[in-house]
């Protein structure tokens, strides 16, 4: 969820749509809390396998976050099986899975109290703010040694670096947003699948046509945990606005009470209480609102274009149900997707020989099968073999040519729904994608969490003076210096 905009289609962000296998999306990732067992580690010291430099390794133990609780045993199975693998190359480490979800609050106990993992994620928008406060651990020698940064789309590398390119954090999955849509829901209201709607006009009327003909959801809303905030922005980048701006001398202003916010309020407003088109649940997060799409119980919602993956593995999604499309832009100029993804860093407790072990780690499981034929096949084949989906949407990490010849590579693993998600796939190259705020971005999404809130649950809730009240708060945050 960060810094510099991608901009137009015409960057490297955007030259290419990643449909690519990757084992965690949006906000999070972490091991199950029960079943998670490591698979046997060799003996430290052993034999180094085939091609490996006959060197003595310390044994090392490093802890790891790459599931989402309750995710299901295959998926355990499937990162088991790649432990196995990794194993067989550095029989020296240890890795233990750890649960670990990232959302804001938790996150911020986890860094206070000392008990993240070795390796973790963090959405985009952490990055700049951990690097200031050397939160997370620079490294940039050890990425740079494995002899691939220069291949990084710069214009997500840089999320995860400092303002002078070190590297402290390395990008693993990127997305724009979209809208999921449940499939079957729109064929028993009488709706064509195949022909979502493009305007938020076309959304109104649809939501209020599930509602009426279904008796659920028509469209559901994020409020809780920073999601309402995140959202609420979604659709203020989607009329043509922003939260914030820079002007030249670095200074940053809130702009969160701009005419478009409160069109996107009153907006949501009007389906809550005008068409009855949202239900009945208003406290929804990234994981609940999930849930309930799988379950049937929500029409249309708004979230990252990589939400198939967590609903296999969270929500037991049935395929059939899945739609996902681009995210209606207004004919505004500055009418933009938010765009946003996830960083892997390393645990500041750590010892140097850990954090060896972390990159390897980090260089094994989530870039390999990005960047080499190898790797690529392998991961397919283990989560193919595992039920787990190959082939979601997604932005692409590293260049244009390495993203072509990454499709070659598994297309033959391919397992989701494609043709559910072309009108996401065939529109998304011609949108303009821009990142999200560039400072404070949690601060300011958790200031717009209680202003979603109250426009869902209070007719008469005064939009102006809400906005005016979370922007006021929202730059005091800005005017703060970090502590030191």
């Given at each position: 969820m960060t810094k510099k905009p991608l901009g137009r289609m015409s960057t490297l962000a955007l030259a290419a749509l990643a449909v690519v296998s990757v084992s965690a999306c949006s906000a999070a990732a972490a091991t199950p809390s029960a079943t998670a067992t490591p698979a046997p580690t060799q003996?430290?010291?052993?034999?180094?396998?085939?091609?490996?430099?006959?060197?003595?390794?310390?044994?090392?133990?490093?802890?790891?976050?790459?599931?989402?609780?309750?995710?299901?045993?295959?998926?355990?199975?499937?990162?088991n099986?790649?432990?196995?693998?990794?194993?067989?190359?550095?029989?020296?480490?240890?890795?233990?899975?750890?649960?670990?979800n990232w959302t804001a609050p938790t996150f911020t106990a986890q860094l206070a109290g000392g008990t993240l993992p070795t390796v973790f994620?963090?959405?985009?928008?952490?990055?700049?703010?951990?690097i200031a406060q050397h939160q997370i651990v620079n490294i940039d020698s050890?990425?740079?040694?494995?002899?691939?940064?220069?291949?990084?789309?710069?214009?997500?590398?840089?999320?995860?670096?400092d303002d002078k390119g070190a590297i402290w954090a390395v990008p693993i999955?990127?997305?724009?947003?979209?809208?999921?849509?449940?499939?079957t829901l729109f064929k028993q209201a009488g709706l064509d699948p195949d022909k979502p709607p493009t305007t938020w006009d076309e959304v109104r009327a649809d939501a209020k046509v599930i509602a009426d003909k279904t008796g659920v959801a028509g469209f559901a809303q994020m409020a809780t945990q920073n999601t309402g905030g995140w959202q609420l922005t979604t659709m203020t980048y989607a009329l043509g606005g922003r939260m914030e701006t820079v002007d030249k001398d670095g200074k940053v202003t809130a702009t969160i009470n701009n005419s478009y916010t409160k069109a996107a309020l009153q907006y949501l407003h009007d389906l809550r209480w005008t068409d009855n088109s949202m239900g009945g649940t208003f406290d929804y997060n990234w994981g609940t609102i999930n849930q309930d799409f799988a379950a049937g119980q929500i029409g249309m919602f708004t979230g990252g274009s990589d939400l198939y993956t967590a609903m296999v593995q969270n929500n037991s999604l049935k395929a059939d149900?899945?739609?996902?499309?681009?995210?209606?832009?207004?004919?505004?100029?500055?009418?933009?997707v938010l765009g946003g993804g996830n960083l892997v860093a390393v645990n500041v407790m750590t010892t140097e020989d850990q954090r060896d072990a972390a990159v390897d780690f980090i260089d094994f499981y989530y870039m390999n099968k990005l960047r080499t034929e190898a790797g690529a096949v392998e991961d397919a084949k283990a989560l193919k073999a595992n039920n787990q989906p190959v082939g979601v949407?997604?932005?692409?990490?590293?260049?244009?040519?390495?993203?072509d010849q990454s499709l070659v590579w598994i297309k033959d693993y391919i397992n989701v729904p494609t043709a559910q998600m072309t009108p996401f796939t065939s529109k998304i190259f011609s949108e303009p994608v821009v990142t999200e705020p560039r400072y404070n971005t949690q601060d300011l999404y958790a200031a717009l969490d209680p202003v979603v809130q109250a426009v869902l649950t209070n007719k008469n809730a005064d939009i102006t003076k809400l906005l005016d009240d979370a922007n006021t708060k929202v730059q005091k945050i800005i005017n703060t210096p970090p502590a030191s």
């Open positions: 003996a430290a010291g052993s034999q180094a396998p085939a091609g490996t430099p006959a060197t003595t390794h310390k044994p090392v133990t490093i802890s790891v976050g790459v599931l989402r609780p309750g995710a299901t045993q295959e998926a355990v199975d499937a990162l099986l790649q432990i196995t693998e990794f194993n067989a190359k550095y029989p020296w480490i240890t890795v233990e899975p750890q649960e670990y994620n963090i959405p985009f928008t952490d990055g700049k703010g951990l050890r990425v740079r040694a494995l002899g691939y940064a220069d291949k990084f789309n710069p214009n997500v590398l840089v999320n995860g670096q999955t990127a997305y724009g947003m979209s809208l999921t849509y449940n499939r149900d899945y739609g996902i499309t681009v995210i209606p832009l207004a004919s505004d100029p500055n009418a933009g949407p997604a932005l692409p990490i590293f260049d244009k040519a390495t993203y």
